[in-house]
């Protein structure tokens, strides 16, 4: 195994995790059948592989490496070690000799999709962690991740470890200002939930989650519309799905 020089040595260490609910309502057999193809297609580790690849690439970072598995009867994981700022000498030492800024970085994936959903609902949920150090920070990609997996409900904890240090060898504990992780989220993506943030500042620590402020069933049905269901039908859908999100967003943390 060929060694990777290092420089900056960091000890900075920066932990973002998400777990992400996204729900769908299956009315018959025909449904399951379909919603275990599109989960199992959608996400599996291939496609998988490819979006922390973007995420990498979106936060700064390199591939290094990349580990991934899918399971049965369904689920996927997939595991990234990534550089930092990382440069290539040249071009034909490229797949021998990388400089990189390397500590704990890291990006993980796993799926947990329900395959026995109960009365109709199915939740799949999606944990993804992102580790870095350096300059890079994991949450450029907060808007990105939550979109790409159209999720309902969402539960993120950010945290900073370790030190580093500055230009004049001044120890750091925190490199950027940071009062809450919904400042990094857009306006439009914050105006379609509910959001709720708990801190610790003085110690690193923040936490938030979000909820869907609205339902609008055709974003739950699986190949059904309105049209296919009575208003009444409709109505009892909505208010299952309403308790379903409000008791992962009470509950989930």
Do not use: W
Request: include cysteine; proline fraction near 2%; glycine fraction near 4%.
């Amino acid at each position: 195994m060929n060694k990777i020089s290092l420089y900056g040595f960091n000890n900075l260490t920066k932990n973002l995790n998400f777990s992400l609910y996204k729900l769908h309502y299956l009315i018959d057999e025909q449904d399951l059948h379909d919603y275990n193809t599109y989960i199992s297609k959608r996400f599996c580790a291939d496609n998988l592989d490819t979006l922390l690849v973007k995420i990498c690439h979106a936060i700064g970072g390199n591939v290094l490496n990349v580990a991934k598995q899918d399971y049965q009867p369904q689920g996927a994981s997939v595991t990234l070690m990534i550089s930092e700022e990382a440069q290539a000498e040249s071009f034909s030492s490229q797949k021998n000799s990388l400089i990189a800024h390397l500590d704990k970085s890291h990006l993980c994936i796993h799926t947990y999709p329900e395959d026995a959903p109960k009365d109709g609902v199915a939740i799949f949920r999606v944990d993804i962690e992102l580790s870095t150090c350096g300059v890079i920070s994991p949450l450029k990609v907060l808007d990105y991740v939550i979109e790409e997996f159209q999720a309902d409900v969402i539960d993120i904890d950010y945290r900073i470890r370790g030190m580093t240090r500055g230009k004049q060898g001044e120890k750091l504990f925190i490199d950027d200002k940071l009062n809450n992780i919904s400042d990094y989220l857009s306006a439009k993506l914050k105006n379609s939930f509910n959001v709720e943030s708990t801190n610790l500042i003085a110690h690193n620590l923040f936490h938030t989650k979000l909820c869907k402020n609205e339902i609008a069933i055709n974003d739950y049905l699986f190949e059904y519309n309105r049209a296919n269901l009575s208003t009444i039908q409709q109505s009892a859908i909505k208010i299952q799905l309403e308790r379903e999100l409000q008791q992962l967003f009470t509950n989930s943390a």
